[in-house]
């Protein structure tokens, strides 16, 4: 096989402030065949965004009745819609969704708050765009939202609430590829490591659910109907979309997995740890046996940094950017 390119330190993106110990804590804009319009990572109760022109901009968290109760933020993720790209922000108290510059607020939803909190805490985390109008959210009672998104305008609806999971979502992945017959095109992940397969019609249909092993799946991708989840133990496991089947298995990191990212034109895998590593791998099937292949590329120390959050800047995954708890900045590779 080829030898896979090499990647290198080209710039740097100074933050505001640092980035929160979230997973997946960075999302990125990245319009097709162009290079990335702007980067977005949450400290706190704000997201930080930087644009290629201009200077950082900040969301705050919605939803606090005075400057004291502002509700964190869990994760920020840009939607890309056949027909618009929203910016999704998750919090404590809600869903905030905002036209793809940040400018404009376009639907605010608000959590079920229990009249009596017990010793859970609400939140919602895990953002996905699926099918051809839907945006998916989960919250911490397990519950997915399906929100149906217009092609213009705020007329945002919840379409559905998708009831599998006992434990928090940890995050969502719609497919990046082509899902083979039957594969399902969304997968949601859970506290536990249960992972739940779906079709997105119309209405959603759950095709198949992998149980958990007590290890929570903090990331997840799905590419041409291979499941790529992250785990707490540093293991990244391959499964088979359309039966379940297990079909690779990498100790790929010494600490928990933070973040995955997943390239579409070349299913490149990019998984970034609190072990301060950000690995590069390569995933394929074999054409002679169908079998699932995982191949290691590129390996980058981001030295005494706990590595939170890492994405692909474009669709082949030649370039990407990684961000740290702690680290008020966000490098570019």
Excluded at 138 to 165: C, M, R, W, Y
Excluded at 317 to 333: K, Q, W
Aim: charged share 15%; with cysteine; proline share 7%.
């Amino acid at each position: 096989p080829a030898v896979p390119p090499r990647y290198r330190r080209e710039r740097t993106l100074t933050l505001r402030s640092s980035s929160s110990a979230l997973y997946n804590n960075l999302t990125v804009l990245c319009p097709p065949a162009r290079p990335p319009r702007a980067f977005g990572a949450v400290h706190g109760t704000t997201l930080t965004l930087l644009g290629s022109e201009g200077p950082p901009r900040q969301l705050p968290a919605r939803g606090g009745g005075s400057a004291l109760s502002t509700p964190l933020l869990t994760q920020a993720a840009w939607c890309q819609l056949p027909a618009r790209v929203l910016l999704v922000l998750t919090s404590q108290r809600g869903v905030q969704m905002y036209e793809a510059d940040g400018s404009t607020l376009v639907f605010w939803h608000a959590l079920d708050v229990p009249e009596h909190p017990a010793a859970h805490s609400v939140f919602a985390r895990g953002i996905s765009s699926a099918g051809k109008h839907f945006i998916c959210v989960g919250t911490s009672s397990g519950a997915v939202l399906v929100f149906d998104i217009p092609p213009k305008g705020t007329n945002v609806t919840l379409s559905e609430v998708l009831e599998q999971h006992r434990d928090p979502i940890t995050d969502i992945a719609a497919e990046q590829g082509q899902a083979p017959d039957g594969a399902g095109d969304l997968v949601t992940a859970d506290d536990s490591g249960t992972l739940c397969l779906w079709g997105t019609g119309e209405e959603f249909t759950l095709l198949g659910k992998i149980p958990g092993s007590g290890c929570t799946c903090s990331s997840v991708t799905l590419w041409n109907g291979i499941v790529a989840a992250g785990y707490g133990n540093g293991q990244i496991r391959l499964w088979e979309a359309g039966t379940g089947q297990l079909r690779a298995q990498v100790s790929a990191h010494a600490r928990w997995v933070y973040a995955l990212d997943l390239a579409p034109l070349t299913g490149k895998l990019l998984s970034g740890a609190e072990d301060s590593f950000v690995h590069v791998w390569k995933l394929s099937r074999n054409p002679d046996t169908d079998d699932v292949e995982i191949q290691h590329c590129h390996a980058e120390c981001v030295t005494d940094t706990q590595v939170c959050g890492a994405r692909f800047c474009d669709p082949a995954g030649d370039t990407f950017a990684v961000t740290g708890y702690d680290l008020s900045e966000i490098l570019c590779y």
